[in-house]
């Protein structure tokens, strides 16, 4: 008798999944892959082709996994591209930082967001930019602080809040450290420079 391979049993798609499937979430693409036993196609999670049936889906971890199960990419949502480069990943990084650094943004959560390990992201970041993601946020608040003080009238203790950082004399502090001045002498300096143009 010729010998068989025991089939491994499909993956069925988690709640979650099925959701992010649903959905058309991209936030989940890379994450995981779906197959449609009907039409022997796999697609990306954000993919906008018809909802398949929930009992037709299988879940692969990734496009060769797929590939090796006979399934074929979709010509739509293109899984089988390859995974952004680093670099890439890094700059979405930093856009996500720039856009929500008034919230507090623990490693763990950027790494929710953009789907990588918390280790990964550190080592790869870090690599690319010459600084840690903690740091480089940092860089980003005292910047944004930088701006408002001296383009407002803000109390310190709100620009601080303004900025994601809820303790005002960890600001004051870190505000110091990276400009050399406290917050009330950059504001002052600044506001003696603009007494000086305009006289
Ligand atoms: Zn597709």
């Not at 929500?100 to 623990?106: G, S």
Request: glycine share 4%.
């Amino acid at each position: 008798m010729p010998h068989t391979k025991s089939p491994i049993p499909p993956v069925l798609p988690t709640q979650e999944q099925w959701d992010a499937i649903i959905q058309n979430d991209s936030a989940y693409d890379g994450t995981f892959f779906y197959a449609v036993k009907t039409t022997g196609i796999y697609c990306r999670p954000s993919c906008k082709s018809k909802p398949p049936l929930q009992q037709h889906v299988e879940i692969f971890p990734s496009p060769d996994r797929a590939a090796a199960a006979q399934f074929r990419p979709c010509k739509r949502c293109k899984p089988e591209g390859r995974q952004l480069p680093d670099e890439e990943w890094v700059l979405q990084l930093t856009e996500l930082i720039q856009q929500r650094y008034a919230e507090p943004l623990p490693l763990q959560e950027l790494a929710d967001r953009i789907h990588g390990s918390p280790y990964h992201i550190q080592r790869t970041f870090s690599r690319i930019m010459g600084t840690t993601p903690a740091e480089y946020t940092q860089q980003i608040r005292i910047q944004q602080a930088s701006r408002l003080l001296t383009t407002t009238k803000l109390p310190i203790t709100e620009v601080a809040a303004a900025v994601g950082l809820t303790n005002a004399s960890h600001f004051s502090t870190l505000f110091r450290k990276l400009t050399g001045k406290t917050p009330t002498e950059y504001r002052n300096l600044s506001l003696e420079k603009e007494a000086l143009l305009d006289e």
